[in-house]
């Protein structure tokens, strides 16, 4: 079993490096193999410019890094994200990944209606996005619009034909107590010590 873990934060005394520590302690655990793209450290550019703009029209990325990312969700079973929610939203690196990566002729395909999406991805059997953010979870989905779910699982991944993909939201980070996030370390790191290939 291999797990690519795309992770985007700029601080390692985040909770979301603490995050990263519990996926790969579980993986571990489970004598499972993974590689980790740390965005931040790898400089990753997240820009559109005119070029990939071009190569999405024709179906053929252009950027280097960014095709090497897609390379290696070729090669996972399982990929990971995990990043903040800022402002309601993912950080830009996140961002510039989901519009560099999932990419037509990287990740997935347009069918002959030229609407409807196949999957490149023969490989990957789910999907997990984690999250941290300090807004309550009925005030993200009620009042926020529950951007993540829309945009990024809904709109992106689940269009594009990637399958089991599953979101975990850790909420009002800042407010809770130090027990309980803990026990959210510990309830990450267990789901991934189970994690079947």
Same mark, same amino acid.
């Given at each position: 079993?291999?797990? %690519? ?47 990939? %703009? ?69 490989? %990957? ?73």
């Amino acid at each position: 079993m291999k797990t %690519l873990i795309i992770y985007n934060h700029p601080y390692d005394g985040s909770y979301n490096h603490a995050i990263l520590e519990a996926v790969i302690n579980g993986i571990n655990q489970n004598h499972g193999d993974y590689e980790v793209i740390d965005l931040d450290k790898e400089n990753f550019n997240p820009v559109m410019n005119a070029n990939d %703009l071009l190569g999405f029209v024709k179906h053929q990325a252009v950027d280097p890094m960014a095709i090497s990312y897609a390379e290696k969700i070729h090669q996972a079973d399982h990929v990971v994200f995990i990043f903040p929610i800022w402002w309601e939203l993912m950080p830009a690196m996140t961002k510039g990944f989901i519009d560099k990566v999932i990419y037509p002729g990287l990740t997935y395909d347009y069918k002959k209606n030229g609407l409807s999406m196949v999957s490149l991805l023969p490989n %990957l059997q789910s999907t997990t996005v984690i999250t941290t953010m300090n807004t309550p979870k009925v005030m993200y989905k009620l009042i926020d619009g529950n951007a993540v779910k829309k945009a990024l699982i809904k709109g992106t991944f689940k269009k594009s034909g990637m399958k089991n993909v599953k979101w975990m939201s850790f909420n009002m980070i800042k407010m809770v107590k130090p027990e309980k996030r803990v026990k959210w370390l510990k309830k990450i790191e267990r789901t991934f010590s189970k994690m079947e290939s």
